[in-house]
């Protein structure tokens, strides 16, 4: 199962554009989006330099959700109720005998003790696995969001948000509902090939190179796990794009970041924004 796109939650546009950043626009009425990955390295900076460009155009930075809230007690109280277990229960009573032994013995041969994770439900016990790897790696927290988070917030730049944080705890506490096993042994197997996969993702990412990112990210999961595609993308960009036909309405100029597979293939942002007669283009300054 392809649970990189955590990293990277692009469009059919082109195979080989400059960089994830297009116009949208509509006679007088523009504003930018960019395909954003949430996990990048120290040496991933500076960013493509049309993403700086955007940001000093526009007046209002928009995310997928307002990160502060994310870190607000009660919220992080919701997450921590969602994805633990309460009274007796563990990780165990969730997944097959065969399944939880291969996880131990994977978190044994990466130094960590399967105990450590007997209260996790199996989302945030798989999200854990791939963070705890992500660090190995060396990669930041600071991705494309919380860099221009933090800048437009120096700035005094007006910030806005598509969804709330509690529908993200939503799309977390549901992930992989009724495949439980299948998800803890499919990331177990994607941890094995997690470098290759993101120096992959990152040079499709900074070449705008859609055909790529949709065959990463996109098709396997579209054909593999259906439901999956449709909680973490179709629904969600259904619910975005009209807000971001309102923010077309406005005077102000806004640039949208969003995980960069939201923009692609025909249920895709990009797709649904012409099918309304908006126009698409690269962003290239």
């Not at 390295?41 to 990160?67: C, G, Q, R, W």
């Not at 994805?83 to 563990?90: A, L």
């Not at 105990?115 to 060396?138: D, H, Y």
């Not at 992959?200 to 990412?205: D, F, I, L, S, V």
Request: proline share 4%; glycine share 6%; aromatic share 8%.
């Amino acid at each position: 199962m392809r649970y990189l796109i955590l990293l990277c939650l692009l469009n059919p546009l082109c195979t080989f554009a400059e960089t994830s950043l297009w116009r949208v626009s509509k006679g007088e009425s523009e504003l930018f989006i960019g395909g954003t990955i949430h996990l990048l390295s120290t040496n991933d900076y500076p960013l493509p330099k049309e993403f700086e460009a955007a940001y000093k155009k526009a007046n209002m930075i928009v995310f997928e959700t307002n990160l502060q809230n994310l870190a607000l007690p009660e919220i992080q109280k919701e997450l921590k109720t969602r994805v633990t277990y309460k009274g007796k229960k563990t990780l165990k009573d969730d997944l097959n005998p065969e399944t939880y032994k291969v996880l131990a013995k994977f978190l044994t041969s990466k130094g960590l003790s399967i105990e450590a994770f007997s209260r996790l439900k199996p989302p945030m016990a798989m999200i854990t696995l791939l963070m705890v790897e992500l660090q190995r790696l060396g990669l930041a927290e600071m991705g494309v969001d919380k860099y221009f988070n933090e800048k437009a917030r120096a700035d005094g730049k007006t910030l806005g948000e598509l969804e709330s944080a509690k529908v993200q705890l939503s799309v977390i506490e549901n992930m992989g509902k009724g495949h439980e096993d299948e998800m803890i042994l499919s990331t177990i197997s994607e941890m094995k090939k997690l470098a290759k996969s993101i120096a992959e993702m990152k040079t499709a990412w900074r070449q705008g190179d859609a055909k790529t990112l949709e065959k990463i990210g996109i098709a396997p999961m579209k054909k593999d796990y259906p439901e999956l595609y449709q909680l973490l993308l179709v629904k969600r960009n259904n619910a975005w794009v009209p807000k971001i036909k309102a923010l077309l309405k406005t005077p102000e100029v806004e640039l949208i970041l969003v995980g960069a597979l939201h923009l692609i293939g025909n249920d895709g942002v990009f797709s649904q924004l012409r099918a309304l007669g908006y126009s698409v283009e690269l962003f290239d300054k």
